[in-house]
Nanobody, 128 residues
Framework: RAKLVESGGGSVPAGGSLTLSCTGS????????MGWFRQIQGKEREGVAA???????SYADFVKGRFVITKDNAKKILFLQMNRVVAADTAVYFC??????????????????????WGQGTQVTVST
């Protein structure tokens, strides 16, 4: 089954920057609401950022002002620019697409149990 494919993770020093990408296909990408989630080892998956059909963005409080979500609908790629990273940002990052035109990261978080197949995610490790 087609999945979204995350990439761009790696090791980054605290205070540094990293850009994640999420590549989709006709079956998996949407110009509606898409978002990034992360899973810290031993914890539940949590919402990080979302972007809707009009390009309106929303963020979890713990990344607000540091991360930026964007998308290129023509290329079917979702991005997450991570700036001023901290050790607490160390996690596996996943992307997801919702069958909605409009919504926020809170919307995506509520829909979390409904997302079927996840990609492998991309590991981000912040070194101190």
């Amino acid at each position: 089954r087609a999945k979204l494919v995350e990439s761009g993770g790696g090791s980054v020093p605290a205070g540094g920057s990293l850009t994640l990408s999420c590549t989709g296909s006709e079956d998996t990408y949407t110009d509606g609401v898409m978002g990034w989630f992360r899973q810290i080892q031993g914890k539940e998956r949590e919402g990080v950022a979302a972007i809707d059909a009009d390009g309106k963005t929303s963020y979890a409080d713990f990344v607000k002002g540091r991360f930026v979500i964007t998308k290129d609908n023509a290329k079917k790629i979702l991005f997450l620019q991570m700036n001023r990273v901290v050790a607490a940002d160390t996690a596996v990052y996943f992307c997801a697409a919702a069958d909605l035109r409009y919504g926020t990261i809170s919307t995506m978080a509520r829909l979390l149990p409904t997302f079927g197949t996840w990609g492998q995610g991309t590991q981000v490790t912040v070194s101190t």
